[in-house]
């Protein structure tokens, strides 16, 4: 065999565990069509965080207008994107670097299998002991007339200039957050999504504050809608509905979602088994083709589709074929956030679960606008809801939070939840003050 172990992908579903396992000695390789790193690296998680920085730092400032500040800087787009392109250009070096450094054999191009120990690509054959499929997902299209005149999210993360008036389709974490940087920078935004919702995965309550605050920016939603086609209209695009809607716009996001890439791999010929949302595997990450398995975005999967899961899954993986774990995946609690401005962050029980629960949960709902520490940057209209399980010793198992913060404050909760520490235990721990966490901490209810 020319490989132990043979990645398909080098995203963090790869990167992980890969290069832990090479630095133990494994002969490992890793196939890679596109960019090293992965999407998240290169036109993903990255580059978005960019762009959204000085939308976050020009909330702040406007906050604190009269209060020590006075001015309010202007979003520059092109040395935005320009200071895009300088950081994440490299990445794709440093990606395949990291793995060179490792010992790793990378092998550019795209993979498809011959067997289930052989792969081809380049016309070249590759053969391994173990694959693993992790090869992520790609941007949806909405399949209608004039689909080819939309964009996706790896367009809007290099747009070299902003149109005048940008229509995105969907309402889930990529139509969110880039309405919200496209419309901070002054965009006329129109987000149109199929059912009532946004955001669905996220506290209700929060959801509706946001939208509230993107409409009061001039974002319009419209709700139940299904768009049946495109077509340019001199240098403008039509959108047509149901029910004769129409709408002309310069700029259409499609950003109904991201679907597998394992419809490249030929696994039909091995009998792989697959959903149009992954690959199906067990709870090793196995296939039900022995030595196959999958990591990341590829699978099939309840939990989020996240980096950090990726990378979790990554390093499972990794573990288990240098024979330091052979238990199946457990996952820990999870977290997540949408960097909405302000970002909404959760991890644990859902909140509109536990709401919907009294007699199992215990819901401590907080809002930070009292609080003299929230307010030196003068943040109005920040919540935190804390969720404990009345069946379990009244245990922390759910955070979400609506703030600039929030990242911050869930981060901290987490290992908490993790190690299930009661609401007592919460209340013996000592902070640093002033600091987000001494401010939670106060915010807790005491036994
Ligand atoms: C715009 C955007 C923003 C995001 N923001 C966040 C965020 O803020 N936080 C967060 O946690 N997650 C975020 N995500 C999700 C995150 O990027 C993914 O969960 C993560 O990248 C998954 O890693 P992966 O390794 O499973 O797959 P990927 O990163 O997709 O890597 C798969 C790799 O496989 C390669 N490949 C596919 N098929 C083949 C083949 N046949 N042969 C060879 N190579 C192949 C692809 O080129 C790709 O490089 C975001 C995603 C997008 C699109
Ligand atoms: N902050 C983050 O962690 C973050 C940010 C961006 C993306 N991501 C990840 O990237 C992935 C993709 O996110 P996403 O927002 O593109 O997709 P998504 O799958 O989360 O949401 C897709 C959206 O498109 C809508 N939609 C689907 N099909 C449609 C159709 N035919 N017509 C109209 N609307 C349709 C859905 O109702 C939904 O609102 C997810 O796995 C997500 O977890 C994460």
């Given at each position: 065999?020319?490989?132990?172990?043979?990645y398909i992908g080098s995203g963090q579903a790869t990167w992980n565990?890969a290069?832990?396992?090479?630095?133990?000695?494994?002969?490992?390789?890793v196939i890679e069509e596109s960019q090293y790193g992965g999407v998240c690296s290169n036109k993903g998680c990255n580059a978005k965080?960019i762009?959204?920085?000085?939308?976050?730092?020009?909330?702040?400032?406007?906050?604190?207008?009269?209060?020590?500040?006075?001015?309010?800087?202007?979003?520059?787009?092109?040395?935005?994107?320009?200071?895009k392109h300088e950081l994440i250009v490299p990445q794709d070096h440093h990606g395949k670097q990291r793995l060179v450094?490792?010992?790793i054999?990378t092998i550019t191009g795209r993979a498809?299998?011959?067997?289930?120990?052989?792969?081809?690509v380049?016309?070249?054959?590759?053969?391994?002991?173990?694959?693993?499929?992790a090869t992520g997902l790609r941007p949806?299209?909405?399949?209608?007339?004039?689909?080819?005149?939309?964009?996706d999210s790896t367009d809007f993360l290099s747009?070299?200039?902003?149109?005048?008036?940008?229509?995105?389709?969907?309402?889930?974490?990529?139509?969110?957050?880039?309405?919200?940087?496209?419309?901070?920078?002054?965009?006329?935004?129109?987000?149109?999504?199929?059912?009532?919702?946004?955001?669905?995965?996220?506290?209700?309550?929060?959801?509706?504050?946001?939208?509230?605050?993107?409409?009061?920016?001039?974002?319009?939603?419209?709700?139940?809608?299904?768009?049946?086609?495109?077509?340019?209209?001199?240098?403008?695009?039509?959108?047509?509905?149901?029910?004769?809607?129409?709408?002309?716009?310069?700029?259409?996001?499609?950003?109904?979602?991201r679907?597998?890439n394992?419809?490249r791999?030929?696994?039909?010929?091995?009998?792989?088994?697959?959903?149009?949302?992954?690959?199906?595997?067990?709870?090793?990450?196995?296939?039900?083709?022995?030595?196959?398995?999958?990591?990341g975005d590829a699978?099939?999967?309840?939990?989020?589709?996240?980096t950090?899961?990726a990378?979790?899954?990554?390093?499972?993986?990794?573990?288990?074929?240098?024979?330091?774990?052979?238990?199946?995946?457990?996952?820990?609690?999870?977290?997540?956030?949408?960097?909405?401005?302000?970002?909404?962050?959760?991890?644990?029980?859902?909140?509109?679960?536990?709401?919907?629960?009294?007699?199992?949960?215990?819901?401590?709902?907080?809002?930070?606008?009292?609080?003299?520490?929230?307010?030196?940057?003068?943040?109005?209209?920040?919540?935190?809801?804390?969720?404990?399980?009345?069946?379990?010793?009244?245990?922390?198992?759910?955070?979400?939070?609506?703030?600039?913060?929030?990242?911050?404050?869930?981060?901290?909760?987490?290992?908490?939840?993790?190690?299930?520490?009661?609401?007592?235990?919460?209340?013996?721990?000592?902070?640093?003050?002033?600091?987000?966490?001494?401010?939670?901490?106060?915010?807790?209810?005491?036994?």
């Amino acid at each position: 065999m020319d490989f132990s172990v043979l990645y398909i992908g080098s995203g963090q579903a790869t990167w992980n565990g890969a290069v832990p396992l090479a630095k133990a000695g494994v002969k490992v390789g890793v196939i890679e069509e596109s960019q090293y790193g992965g999407v998240c690296s290169n036109k993903g998680c990255n580059a978005k965080i960019i762009l959204d920085k000085p939308i976050e730092l020009v909330e702040r400032i406007k906050a604190m207008q009269g209060r020590g500040l006075d001015g309010v800087p202007k979003i520059n787009w092109a040395d935005l994107m320009a200071h895009k392109h300088e950081l994440i250009v490299p990445q794709d070096h440093h990606g395949k670097q990291r793995l060179v450094d490792a010992g790793i054999t990378t092998i550019t191009g795209r993979a498809e299998f011959v067997n289930a120990h052989t792969v081809v690509v380049n016309g070249q054959e590759y053969t391994a002991d173990k694959i693993v499929i992790a090869t992520g997902l790609r941007p949806h299209r909405l399949n209608i007339p004039g689909k080819e005149l939309f964009h996706d999210s790896t367009d809007f993360l290099s747009l070299a200039q902003l149109p005048k008036h940008m229509t995105i389709l969907g309402g889930s974490f990529v139509a969110i957050e880039f309405a919200t940087i496209a419309s901070a920078c002054g965009v006329k935004v129109d987000v149109i999504t199929r059912g009532d919702r946004i955001l669905r995965q996220f506290p209700a309550q929060y959801v509706a504050l946001v939208k509230a605050d993107l409409k009061k920016q001039g974002v319009r939603f419209i709700p139940n809608m299904t768009i049946n086609s495109a077509q340019s209209a001199g240098q403008e695009i039509l959108l047509e509905g149901m029910h004769e809607f129409s709408l002309t716009t310069d700029y259409v996001l499609d950003a109904t979602g991201r679907i597998p890439n394992h419809d490249r791999l030929n696994l039909d010929a091995l009998g792989v088994a697959y959903t149009d949302k992954g690959i199906v595997v067990d709870d090793n990450l196995q296939t039900n083709v022995p030595g196959i398995y999958a990591a990341g975005d590829a699978i099939d999967k309840k939990t989020p589709k996240l980096t950090p899961t990726a990378a979790f899954e990554s390093r499972y993986l990794a573990a288990k074929f240098m024979g330091k774990n052979n238990q199946p995946i457990h996952y820990p609690v999870i977290s997540e956030i949408v960097f909405t401005s302000p970002r909404i962050a959760q991890v644990g029980v859902a909140l509109d679960e536990a709401l919907a629960n009294p007699d199992h949960y215990d819901v401590s709902q907080v809002s930070y606008d009292g609080d003299w520490f929230r307010q030196v940057e003068n943040e109005n209209g920040a919540y935190l809801s804390l969720i404990f399980d009345k069946q379990a010793n009244d245990q922390l198992v759910g955070a979400a939070e609506l703030s600039h913060e929030a990242d911050n404050t869930i981060n901290t909760l987490v290992p908490y939840i993790q190690m299930k520490m009661t609401r007592e235990a919460l209340n013996d721990l000592i902070y640093v003050f002033p600091s987000i966490e001494y401010t939670l901490q106060r915010r807790l209810p005491l036994v």
